[in-house]
């Protein structure tokens, strides 16, 4: 899949806009600093003024751990990330990380809230949640330099994922021509059969557009999403779906969990892979595909998520 889309270039379009803007800003800036010797800085969303160094007590003085900023997205990630103290390079820096998974154009609703924490050495965005549709999302920085989301799977690589993210015994391949284990008949399996508990996490294998999300009577509950290029991926006979036609939606984000409805021999996810309307055997993909975090990374991830979690917390507090 090329790493490059229209809504790729919407953004660096969009950033070039905020580059702009922001050297009309600076110049303003240095021209006011030249007459003042304040200074100000951005701390918990913040703007905090202080007129001189040797007025600052000891304890003003401790640079915070983290720098945290909450806010709303209204318009668009960009302007609103801008309005709320981050600088245009900080904001490319993330989104260009993030743009083979998350579409910050126009992905995210307005009127979603949002925190970020900034990594006080480097200024980084270190840990980014908001909250869709009544869940939480999560996007953090590790130490390998990539960012993931709270199921382990990097958002900064180009590469496909599971749609169950690990590894699942297939119980029935792709096929051109395959004996119907219920119906009896020789017919074309046009998708993979992976076996799993019922409840096991689906995730999309690419950002997208959630086309249909629905029941029928022989795939159960089951998703459709558009990808760019083509591409249509289906997630059939779900125990549970949480996205709607029409949501936009991340690599690995959580769309439903597998189940056992519709007509089916047993509990499976069955998976399907269409480029221009042909269907594709996913397994022949292999090979562009990245697994998530082992158990051990990703309880690391973890810790360092909720560390961020407890921090926004303390600093919702205090305001």
Same mark, same amino acid.
């Given at each position: ?82 309005? /709320? ?58 130490? &390998? ?17 599971? #749609? ?23 017919? /074309? ?5 992976? /076996?799993?508990?019922? !409840? ?18 022989? /795939?159960? &509950? ?36 597998? !189940? ?6 047993? #509990? ?52």
């Amino acid at each position: 899949m090329p790493s490059f889309s229209g809504e790729d270039q919407k953004m660096k379009l969009k950033y070039l806009t905020f580059i702009s803007i922001n050297l009309t800003f600076i110049i303003l800036s240095i021209s006011l600093l030249y007459f003042s010797s304040n200074h100000s800085d951005v701390t918990n969303g913040s703007k905090i003024s202080t007129s001189s160094q040797n007025n600052v007590s000891d304890k003003e003085k401790q640079k915070p751990d983290n720098l945290v900023i909450n806010g709303t997205i209204n318009d668009s990630f960009f302007s609103s990330a801008l309005n /709320a103290g981050l600088t245009s390079k900080q904001i490319f820096s993330f989104t260009e990380a993030l743009h083979n998974s998350v579409n910050f154009i126009d992905g995210i609703e307005d009127g979603t809230p949002y925190s970020i924490v900034l990594d006080k050495d480097t200024s980084h965005i270190r840990s980014f949640f908001y909250t869709e549709n009544n869940r939480l999302h999560t996007i953090q920085l590790a130490n &390998n330099g990539s960012y993931y989301n709270e199921l382990g799977v990097n958002l900064s690589s180009n590469k496909l994922i599971l #749609p169950t993210g690990n590894l699942f015994r297939i119980s029935s391949h792709f096929s051109k021509e395959r004996k119907h284990p219920i119906v009896g008949i020789v017919q /074309a399996h046009v998708g993979t059969d992976y /076996a799993t508990p019922i !409840g096991t996490p689906v995730m999309s294998v690419s950002k997208g557009i959630v086309s249909r999300s629905e029941y029928h009577p022989l /795939a159960g &509950n089951f998703i459709s999403i558009k990808h760019n290029n083509g591409i249509t991926t289906r997630y059939l006979h779900l125990n549970d779906r949480y996205v709607n036609k029409g949501d936009h939606v991340y690599k690995g984000e959580m769309i439903g969990k597998t !189940g056992n409805s519709g007509r089916t021999t047993g #509990p499976h996810l069955h998976f399907e892979y269409i480029v221009n309307n042909v269907p594709q055997d996913f397994t022949k993909l292999y090979n562009n595909i990245e697994m998530p975090l082992n158990n051990k990374n990703q309880k690391k991830l973890l810790k360092c998520i909720n560390l961020s979690k407890t921090l926004i917390t303390k600093i919702l507090k205090e305001a």
